[in-house]
């Protein structure tokens, strides 16, 4: 599903933009879906697309992350590669043990250690 977004921001506005930070509550191993439509109203090629959840437990971060980098398939991303390359839509095995090395802003040190970890802020 799909559903709209309000407010939808032109694409005068998102070209104005090279680096673009996408959070999203982890919802069942996905990103919320709406999310998705966002994302996928834009041409994102070559901008760079730096994911983020909120999420109730360490688990299914991997396949939330999986399905921002398949909804954005010519963007850059950060990080370039995942854990394991799973298939983001497939919601049916709950805890497989795939979401060692996974940095979020909650991680060690806040939000300032994981910006500057990925190369954001020195
Ligand atoms: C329907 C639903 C599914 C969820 N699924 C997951 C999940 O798969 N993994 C997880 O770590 N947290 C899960 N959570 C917890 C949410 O990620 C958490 O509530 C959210 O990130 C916090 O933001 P909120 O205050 O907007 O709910 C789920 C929550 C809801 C309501």
Known sequence: LRPGVANLL???TIAKYDTIFVGS???????AMVVCTFLEAYDLKDKVVI???TYGATTYLNESMQKIYKVTPDSKHIPETLPEDL???DITMPGRP?????????SANGTEGW??????IE
């Open 25 to 31: 509550p982890c919802w069942w191993h996905q990103p």
């Open 87 to 89: 298939d983001a839509d």
């Open 10 to 12: 032109d694409e005068e």
């Open 98 to 106: 795939d979401d060692a090395g996974i940095d979020m802003p909650g």
């Open 51 to 53: 994911p983020f959840f």
């Open 115 to 120: 910006l500057r970890r990925i190369g954001i």
